[in-house]
């Protein structure tokens, strides 16, 4: 039997793959592990949701990478980054890298959403790289509430184990959490 039949895993649309350098969410995160800052938050659509990083080295270099799922013509991408001093400091600037290459921009708080040109062509990968943020601090992490990509919608789903073989009478159910269950006195 595969190992992978019996997991629960996320199938992507629209997208083949979103990673970062590093993620709260990651099981090596610096502090506690919180999936709600994983790097799929970032494409998610939601401003209110976003990726995080988790960088014993600071926030220079921390990178969020989506992988498209068929090669497109990309000329702008629109950025929303994490204004929150209990992330990191604010970013500065940025790289954004595509398969056509990378062209460098400061960025703003005083603008929330921030519209980037890009090195215009045909790409089936958009990596936003953090250059700088203020004061070039070293420490702290950073935050990107929303990448969006012209055309690009992504969507996940979770795909249950197909190994499930419920009795005759009994359809199969599953249960998910959010990771943390605590016992209830009987």
Not at 20 to 31: G, I, L, M, Q
Not at 42 to 47: E, K, L, M, R, S
Not at 100 to 120: F, Q
Request: aromatic fraction near 6%; charged fraction near 20%.
């Amino acid at each position: 039997m595969s190992a992978l039949r019996h997991k629960t895993l996320a199938d992507y649309q629209g997208v083949r793959s979103v990673t970062a350098s590093s993620s709260v969410s990651y099981a090596d995160a610096v502090r506690v592990s919180d999936p709600s800052g994983q790097p799929f938050a970032a494409v998610d659509g939601n401003a209110y949701t976003a990726w995080q990083s988790s960088s014993f080295h600071g926030p220079q270099g921390q990178w969020l990478d989506v992988s498209l799922d068929t090669p497109r013509q990309v000329d702008e991408v629109t950025l929303r980054l994490m204004d929150d001093r209990r992330v990191g400091w604010p970013v500065t600037r940025v790289r954004i890298t595509t398969d056509a290459g990378s062209v460098e921009h400061e960025v703003s708080n005083d603008e929330p959403v921030a519209r980037l040109p890009v090195a215009a062509g045909i790409t089936g990968n958009v990596r936003v790289t953090i250059h700088d943020v203020a004061a070039n601090r070293q420490t702290g992490n950073v935050g990107i509430a929303e990448l969006a990509i012209p055309g690009v919608t992504p969507r996940r789903a979770l795909r249950v184990p197909g190994d499930v073989e419920p009795r005759e009478d009994q359809p199969p159910a599953f249960s998910f959490s959010r990771g943390r269950c605590r016992a209830t006195p009987a």
